[in-house]
């Protein structure tokens, strides 16, 4: 198979842990024999500082020309304690998702067993936990109507959803569901919420479509309980685009650490494969970041973009088997991991390179 991948590593970390995603599709492409040819663009800060944009033309263009993105991390410190910044570096994330109609973002918790112990959840609630999250990413409070009134004194953010939009990403997730254990939890705020109203109301229509799945509500406030308290009720999440980076940010503890969720943003073009953890500019450079997220995004991205589901399993049971080894990065390691098995960005690559 022949695939353009566009490699867009952003910032802070994304440059270190993409380089090793990359690395590892190069050698699943000459260990099955397939020819992956790369481009790369810039996002975030590292594009403002070039030329003034946080989403260059230059880039837009690159990522609707290829059949895939891998995606790094986009963010700078300095913009986050100056709240009157024009230009942001998450602007290009946000533009990027609309241009290229991204609007589900699959974000699959699943804990490898060997990391029972990196989380700070007791391992008896998250043994065999695995859930799937489809949030919502084109719509919502991020990309409603916002401003100033009242001389700059009060500020406002409209939360806006269509039938619609609310209607592809439930099917999207009623499909996926089907394919699993056949149980859906769509999550909103309906008892105050206009948006979650319409929300649920659409849920339950769509629902009539698939009489196999059994399909249950939850307020977000009830669900961010019992995700902590019992994470193993859950198969398919499907919620709104605020909602679902609140709630994610908060399973990631059922994975053992942020630094392993790889997540696939799909619409109508190009999919986006990115690690859910962000630039991390207080580990940049240090050659200690986890690129393990950044793999599995890759294994993601050769299963939902290309269809290879052989080329995506054998990178997952790479990096079942360098944890298997005792292998961890910072992150990830436990005071019982020997010294010598916590491993830098590079070092902890080249061994799910050996495996795969
Ligand atoms: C995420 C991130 C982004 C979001 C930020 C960087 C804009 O937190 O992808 O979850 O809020 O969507
Ligand atoms: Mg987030």
Redesign the pocket.
Known sequence: MKKNILIVPGDGIGQEVTAVGKKVLDKVAEKFGHEFLYDEALIGHVAIEATGSPLPDETLKKMKASDAILFGAVGHPKYDNDPTAKVRPEQGLLKMRKELGLYANLRPIKLFDELLDASSIKPEILRGADILFFRELTGDIYFGEKGRKNDGNTAYDIAEYSRFEVERIARKAFDAARTRRKKLCSVDKANVIETSRLWREVIQKIALEYPDVEVEHQFVDATAMLLIKDPRRFDVIVTANLFG?IL??EASQIAGSMGMLASASIGDGTGVYEP?HGSAHDITGKGVANPLASILSAALLLDISFGLKKESETVISAVDGVLKAGFRTRDIASPQTPHDHVLGTDAIGQEVLKRV
């Open positions: 980076d994610t940010d859910i």
